[in-house]
């Protein structure tokens, strides 16, 4: 009788609330889990819900980031339809009024300031199919050398580091399944707990199964809390730690002599210099006690496997690439990588933060991870994409340098998609004035962002329940995300846009792609005998097998789990150590009298970046409406900070006003804000756009800054 009942109430249930469910992947972070959602509608009106799909990196999971993802998609503050700015005020427009005014602005800034003189700024929170796109529009539509990404800010280093020291960059050399069973680990500079929620249990895994975990962050994270041992370096010095580790590593016998003979190089030059190198003036220099640095080498060196991952912690630094390398010389030193349970891992940030580094967004780079400085590979792209080779434009500048040239009145016009650099760039005054004197920017994003309020059009895009397309996570596994939900309003999807762009600019013929299938299948060709070669994977088999780790150069290649078990990529096969010096090349700022902490920045469990999408939605804003200063307690006696209390931070760029969090989890001489929030806010108007030479990455982790109570303004003298 229940039963029956239970029954008829069910169907009665679904007839007044009809179900639909859309897949799709998480719109955040690296590890893309797979999502669906469901809508139900009665009369009055819908609901909606997020739910795990199963998947080989997240098994299902999700975190509170994903839980909520849907609310900003339908949030009412989408932008639908074209917006042009006339006389201050946006005002919609059709879509082909808005082609047009990109038509004849682009042309004719590009008759007046030259071909180079309009830039396109990209993402890695595109697809694939996208960001492959987007490099073939800048060189083929536009033929400019400016285009460079977001991305640029978030992995340049790390992937500058694994090429130089192995010749490829796949963010991980190993799968994340391979984490439960490796005995040492070292986490430098990465808050997975917040940042990758759902990996975290294959760490809980590998600790269950007896695992050595050190945590290396000038914090106390939720990560740290997963540690044996907690290296609490001093912001900006991981480079000198790990010659510290490395010092005792080689000093107390634990190199891999067979190792390093078979498939190293450089090996005696780090020798050298950090058995030159003493202990004691490492532990001054990183605030790490000496003694600690001998137990963590010594548990690193001991143990038969092990795996090192870093994140921005490590990398958004002036030295940030020297600094990786560093940690990857240990694990060369020890013989920890191309062997199962050993290996490295570069926490990749965005969504498609690893596939949208490899097919020609960058600077100087071309599908495949190939470079546009190389006459073979522009050779091969330019017959893949039918154009003249010696057309394609050459190599550009970074994402940072690009708004320098933007404030030299150099470049004048710009693309920008899916980003907001006003909020993201270092020295976001100059970012901001810079973007100002623009003569016309194109904004392609979800809300009026930030940056986007200063365009002069907006255009409507589709969002990650819309828009089909491959993702790479941070292992480098290649994923389709299915999503079919219809598009709101006018907006389309990335790809149509640019090639909608293409068309009025009058190369349509090589933009006219029908699906992000058809687009995929050249990326395919573009790829094939580059490093990161995809030829072998297609829609068919990535809906068939899920993910297909690359390389994978054939159809029948089943994908390549772990990589550089017999050979790293460099001609001769050897990887590359290097020696590191203690002190950078770019010296760091150094608190002084006048602005005596070190401010380092990052992120929370429940936003995104800049927030333009997590600050929409009322269940994560909830949790972090605004932003804080962590502070150590003594520090805050020490300069007069109450806990809970609005304080002022200063840096030699800029100031900015945030409540006050007292905390023991931080050192003493360093604060900490996230970057989420923007206006006064904004922390970026504090560090400086000092980029690493080699990678150009600017130093995000390192500023000098000094912090005042707000109560105290008027008091002052
Ligand atoms: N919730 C959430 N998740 C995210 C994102 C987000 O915005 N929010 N963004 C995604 C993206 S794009 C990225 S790039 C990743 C970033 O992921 P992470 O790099 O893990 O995140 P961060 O908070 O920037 O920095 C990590 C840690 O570095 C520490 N740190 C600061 N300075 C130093 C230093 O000098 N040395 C060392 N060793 N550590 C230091 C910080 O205290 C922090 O705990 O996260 C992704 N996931
Ligand atoms: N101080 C400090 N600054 C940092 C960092 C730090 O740790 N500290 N981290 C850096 C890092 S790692 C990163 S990755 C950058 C990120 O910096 P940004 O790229 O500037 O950040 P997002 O907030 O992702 O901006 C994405 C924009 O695109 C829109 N959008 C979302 N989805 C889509 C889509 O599918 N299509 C289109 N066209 N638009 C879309 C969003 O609404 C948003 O406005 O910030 C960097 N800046
Ligand atoms: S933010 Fe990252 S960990 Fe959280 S659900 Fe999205 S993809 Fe998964
Ligand atoms: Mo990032």
Redesign the pocket.
């Given at each position: 009788m229940t039963e029956l009942f239970l029954k008829y109430f069910r169907e009665k249930q679904q007839k007044v609330q009809p179900q639909k469910v859309y897949q799709t992947q998480c719109p955040?972070?690296?590890v893309q889990c797979k999502l669906k959602l469901v809508e139900q509608s009665n009369l009055s009106r819908k609901q909606y819900y997020m739910m795990g799909v199963d998947n080989p990196a997240s098994e299902g999971r999700f975190?509170v980031?994903g839980q909520n993802a849907y609310q900003h998609a339908i949030h009412k503050d989408r932008v639908l339809y074209p917006l042009l700015k006339v006389n201050g005020q946006f005002q919609r427009i059709s879509w082909e009024d808005a082609l047009q005014k990109i038509k004849s602005s682009f042309e004719e800034i590009q008759r007046e300031d030259g071909r180079d003189a309009v830039a396109v700024y990209g993402s890695?929170?595109i697809t694939n199919e996208e960001a492959y796109l987007l490099g073939k529009f800048a060189r083929v539509a536009l033929k400019t050398r400016h285009i460079d990404y977001?991305g640029r800010l978030?992995?340049s280093a790390a992937a500058s580091a694994a090429s130089q020291t192995f010749g490829m960059d796949r963010g991980f050399t190993n799968t994340l399944g391979e984490i439960p069973h490796t005995r040492v680990i070292i986490l430098?500079?990465?808050?997975?707990a917040?940042?990758?929620?759902t990996i975290v249990p294959y760490f809980e895994r590998a600790k269950e199964n007896g695992a050595y975990i050190i945590v290396?962050?000038?914090?106390e994270?939720d990560?740290?809390k997963l540690a044996d041992l907690h290296?609490k370096?001093?912001?900006?010095?991981?480079a000198a730690?790990a010659n510290g580790l490395l010092k005792v590593l080689i000093e107390e016998g634990y190199a891999d002599e067979a190792f390093i003979r078979e498939r190293a190089s450089g090996f005696e030059e780090v020798k050298e210099y950090v058995t030159s190198l003493d202990i004691q003036e490492i532990e001054n220099l990183t605030g790490v006690p000496a003694e600690q640095i001998r137990r963590a080498a010594r548990k690193f060196g001991a143990e038969e496997s092990g795996m090192i991952f870093?994140?921005?912690?490590?990398?958004?630094?002036t030295d940030g690439s020297a600094?990786v390398r560093n940690l990857l010389n240990i694990l060369l030193a020890t013989g920890k990588i191309g062997k199962s349970f050993s290996g490295y891992g570069a926490?990749?940030?965005?969504?498609n933060?690893q596939g949208a580094r490899e097919h020609g967004q960058k600077a100087d780079q071309l599908p495949g991870y190939r470079s546009i400085e190389n006459p073979e590979h522009r050779k091969y792209i330019a017959d893949v994409w039918g154009v003249n080779h010696e057309e394609l434009p050459g190599k550009g500048v970074s994402a940072y340098e690009m708004i320098e040239k933007m404030d030299q009145s150099e470049i004048t016009g710009l693309l920008l998609l899916c980003s907001n650099p006003i909020v993201s760039n270092p020295n976001a005054n100059l970012v901001k004035r810079a973007l100002k004197k623009l003569k016309f920017l194109v904004a392609v994003d979800l809300f009026v962002s930030e940056t986007a309020e200063l365009a002069d059009l907006i255009l409507p895009a589709s969002s990650f329940l819309e828009d089909e397309g491959t993702m790479t996570n941070l292992e480098g596994r290649v994923t389709l995300r299915e999503a079919s939900r219809p598009c709101p309003g006018e907006s389309k999807h990335d790809w149509e846009i640019i090639c909608e762009i293409a068309r009025v600019l009058g190369h349509g013929d090589y933009f006219s792609y029908t699906m992000p299938e058809d687009i995929f299948n050249e990326l395919r060709v573009a790829s094939k005998g580059g490093l990161a070669d995809y030829y072998g994977i297609t829609y068919e088999r990535l809906r068939k097998e899920g993910g297909i780790l690359w390389p994978c150069p054939e159809p029948g290649h089943e994908g390549t789990a772990r990589v550089f078990e017999t050979a790293f990529a460099h001609e001769d096969g050897r990887a590359k150590m290097a020696v590191v010096s203690n002190h950078p090349v770019v010296p760091k700022e150094n608190p002084d009298q006048e602005y005596p902490l070190l401010l380092?920045?990052?992120?929370?469990?429940?936003?995104?970046?800049t927030?333009v999408q997590?600050r929409k939605s009322p269940s994560l804003a909830a949790r972090n409406f605004e932003s804080y200063l962590e502070i150590h307690p003594k520090t805050a006696r020490k300069f007069g900070v109450e806990d809970h209390e609005l304080v002022k931070v200063e840096s030699r760029r800029g100031s900015i006003i945030v409540r006050s969090k007292v905390s023991k989890e931080?050192r003493e001489d360093?604060v900490?804000v996230?970057?989420?929030w923007a206006e006064s806010q904004n922390v970026n108007l504090l560090v400086a756009g000092d980029l690493d030479p080699s990678c150009r990455m600017p130093g995000?982790?390192?500023s000098a800054v000094k912090v005042s109570p707000l109560s105290a303004e008027g008091t002052r003298a």
């Open positions: 955040f972070c690296s975190c980031k890695a929170s977001n978030c992995m430098a500079g990465t808050n997975i917040e940042c990758q929620p290396i962050d000038p914090r994270t990560t740290a290296l370096v001093r912001p900006g010095r991981d730690l870093t994140a921005r912690g490590v990398e958004q630094q600094a926490i990749t940030g965005q969504g933060g380092t920045t990052g992120r929370v469990v429940s936003h995104y970046l927030g997590t931080i360093t900490f996230p970057f989420h995000f982790k390192v």
